[in-house]
Nanobody
Framework: QVQLVESGGGLVQAGGSLRLTCAGS????????VGWFRQAPGQERQFVAG????????YYADSVKGRFTISRDNAKNMAWLQMNSLKPADTVVYYC??????????????????WGQGTQVTVSS
């Protein structure tokens, strides 16, 4: 089992950058796929980015491709989501998630087994 804690959210102007951090507990963190999702009030939680357990494979939602970068450091039990060129439409709560699945691409909420508490990102115009 792994516990996840997000940090790094906040208020930023359009065009700015933020770096979200996901800190994982437990020795098994390095064996999990990690994903970032986001959710607006009253809407479904949406996939943003994913990274394989080794860190060698990354994938993104079309809406963030070229602007966001996911990375991880298994020695530190941490993952990050670097968000550049932020837009007001990126204003939502962001969640870190971990999946026991590996070896493919995991885009849906049901693919992930562990979740952080979320961190709010607000982009002003």
């Amino acid at each position: 089992q792994v516990q996840l804690v997000e940090s790094g959210g906040g208020l930023v102007q359009a065009g700015g950058s933020l770096r979200l951090t996901c800190a994982g507990s437990g020795r098994a963190f390095s064996s999990y796929t990690v994903g970032w999702f986001r959710q607006a009030p009253g809407q479904e939680r949406q996939f943003v980015a994913g990274i394989s357990a080794s860190g060698g494979n990354t994938y993104y939602a079309d809406s963030v491709k070229g602007r966001f970068t996911i990375s991880r450091d298994n020695a530190k039990n941490m993952a990050w989501l670097q968000m550049n060129s932020l837009k007001p439409a990126d204003t939502v709560v962001y969640y870190c998630a971990a999946s026991r699945k590996n070896g493919s691409y995991y885009y849906t909420r049901d693919d992930y087994h562990y979740w952080g508490q979320g961190t709010q990102v607000t982009v002003s115009s």
